[in-house]
């Protein structure tokens, strides 16, 4: 089809990593990345043993992104505290890329999350790339400094627009960068683009402003919402789905943020809403509404999503 990655996810009933595994084996040429597995779900080790498993399967193809979630889901899902999720996963990676090159020697680690002391007792082959692309997920303005210093690309977030990418996350990534001695440009930034198609446009429209409604009730974007002059609308989508009035809420989400956040349109418009997309991003990731459907109703959006770039790229 043209597409440059594909990318799996993980939530309370599913890996990211187990179909990675298969992709590898069943492709050849396409980067394969997770979007996103859970930092705190493995301990360090063993993401860096899946993480070379994946890489050997794959002839090198792996982009290995990982988040926290919230700190309510680190606590309630993973067991471990909440606390200061950013510096977690800054340690996370810097202790990953120490045991990625544990054929090199021991690594003894001793921080604020992690504590690591391993002294191979038998010989450990060198991983078949010296590095691994490590891309996390942020939101906040200190996860979004983290991947700014210490990883190769930030998984954006579905709620992101294009000017909201181009400004403060844009920013807060060269705060990080440039306190670590790095420049902003060698961070790759991907976008997560949700595509509602339907033949009935106002029903996509629909499908795509209910999905907005499920995030945007989180004070986690308050800082997007206001940004865009959404703030209004984004209290009464709160309360909304508080009453768990579903048509309030699909009905409070603006008509703009669907444009920006979204793509939501009949089959045969889809091709030419794709360059707006992509604006911004240096890789975008295209995905069906994660919320409110059914799963023929994803399979049917993903066949659209797919012929759709693949006309694209053909121009």
């Known amino acids: 089809m043209g597409c440059a990655a594909v990318w799996t996810s993980e939530l309370y009933s599913r890996s990211a990593t187990i179909p990675m595994a298969a992709i590898a084996a069943g492709t050849s040429t396409i980067s394969i990345g997770s979007n996103i597995a859970y930092g ?3 301990s360090p080790l063993m993401w860096a043993a899946e993480a070379r498993d994946l ?42 890329r120490k045991l990625w090159k544990l054929h090199e020697g021991p690594v003894d680690h001793d921080g604020r999350f ?9 010989e450990v082959t060198r991983p078949i790339r010296d590095h691994l692309p490590i891309w996390i997920a942020g939101v906040n303005r200190y996860m979004l400094r983290t991947a700014g210093g210490h990883a190769d690309g930030l998984v954006g977030h579905p709620m992101f627009t294009s000017a909201y990418v181009q400004g403060p996350v844009a920013e807060e990534i060269a705060v990080g960068a440039t306190a670590a001695g790095r420049d902003p440009a060698d961070i790759t930034m991907m976008g997560i683009r949700m595509c509602a198609i339907d033949d009935d446009e106002e029903r996509a429209r629909r499908q795509a402003a209910f999905a907005i409604g499920q995030y945007a009730a989180s004070r986690v974007y308050d800082r997007l ?13 709160r309360q909304a789905a508080r009453d768990r009035d579903i048509d309030a809420l699909i009905k409070a989400v603006p008509d703009e943020a669907i444009d920006a956040i979204a793509i939501a349109c009949r089959p045969a418009e889809f091709e030419d809403r794709l360059a707006a997309g992509f ?20 399979r049917e959006i993903n066949r659209h999503i797919l012929g759709g770039v693949k006309s694209y790229l053909a121009r």
Do not use: C
């Open 55 to 96: 890489d050997e399967l794959s002839g090198g193809r792996i982009i290995l992104g990982l988040g926290n979630g919230t700190p309510k889901m680190m606590e309630a899902w993973h067991g471990v505290s909440g606390e200061a999720p950013a510096a977690r996963m800054a340690e996370l990676v810097s202790v990953l």
């Open 279 to 298: 604006e911004g991003f240096d890789h975008v990731d295209l995905i069906a509404p994660p919320w409110g459907l059914s799963e023929i109703q994803i």
């Open 40 to 42: 705190v779900g493995r």
């Open 114 to 122: 992690y504590q690591v002391h391993i002294a191979p007792t038998a």
């Open 225 to 237: 919402f206001e940004s865009h002059g959404w703030g209004g609308a984004q209290l009464v989508i």
